[in-house]
Antibody, heavy 119, light 111 residues
Framework: EVLLVESGGGSVQSGGSLRISCAASGFTFSRYSMNWVRQAPGKGLEWISY????????FYADSVKGRFTASRDDAKNSLYLEMNSLRDEDTAVYYC????????????WGQGTLVSVSS | QSLLTQPPSVSGAPGQRVAISCTGT?????????VHWYRQVPGKAPTLLISANNNRPSGVPDRISGSKSGTSASLAITGLQAEDEADYFC???????????FGGGTKLTVL
């Protein structure tokens, strides 16, 4: 069974930093590209980053470019999102999602981790 | 404002058919990129419902279907059931953004 489990969310002050993780199991992690998608409270879904496999090439939405860095460790079956210069509008549930191809569609999602940014 | 436009809400009685539209632009659906659909029950993660316009993953009943034509797409649910009450999101790729885009979401209420 494919399982994606996010962790590391929490409360942080505006301007601060946070690193969230996504632990994968039930599939060969190194063969799949991965994404981060977030959802602000009561709002819709927003794609924010992509990490390819195996080259770990990354793409970002303009809203986080230059502030967030996505990475992966295939030896640990893990995906990461380093978030810097956090703003109030970054408050959201952050989901990791497995990509079927390059920015195609997402066939499995984690349960999400909540990041709250307050000024 | 999303590049994929969905109605905020739709509703239907049990047993009826409902359709949720997703209108794109020449940089996403109109550029021949596929549309995909997700269902999200409040408080839970999204799940894939339809991929590549009209393909149902294993476990999705055949009373749920998708279609796409030009810059428009539609998700249809027939034989509405109480369990269908959820939020539905369409998704595609946008070449002007060089990234994934989601519709704003549609809340389906079963009356």
């Amino acid at each position: 069974e494919v399982l994606l489990v996010e962790s590391g969310g929490g409360s942080v002050q505006s301007g601060g930093s946070l690193r969230i993780s996504c632990a994968a199991s039930g599939f060969t992690f190194s063969r799949y590209s991965m994404n981060w998608v977030r959802q602000a409270p009561g709002k819709g879904l927003e794609w924010i980053s992509y990490v390819s496999s195996p080259s770990a090439m990354t793409f970002y939405a303009d809203s986080v470019k230059g502030r967030f860095t996505a990475s992966r460790d295939d030896a640990k079956n893990s995906l990461y999102l380093e978030m810097n210069s956090l703003r109030d509008e970054d408050t959201a549930v952050y989901y990791c999602a497995r990509d079927v191809a390059v920015l195609r569609f997402f066939d499995h999602w984690g349960q999400g981790t909540l990041v709250s940014v307050s000024s | 404002q999303s590049l994929l436009t969905q109605p905020p809400s739709v509703s239907g009685a049990p047993g009826q058919r409902v359709a949720i539209s997703c209108t794109g632009t020449s940089s996403n659906l109109g550029a021949d990129y596929d549309v995909h659909w997700y269902r999200q029950v409040p408080g839970k993660a999204p799940t894939l419902l339809i991929s590549a316009n009209n393909n149902r993953p294993s476990g999705v009943p055949d009373r749920i279907s998708g279609s796409k034509s030009g810059t428009s797409a539609s998700l249809a649910i027939t034989g509405l059931q109480a369990e269908d009450e959820a939020d539905y999101f369409c998704q595609s790729y946008d070449r002007s953004l060089s990234g994934v885009v989601f519709g704003g979401g549609t809340k389906l209420t079963v009356l």
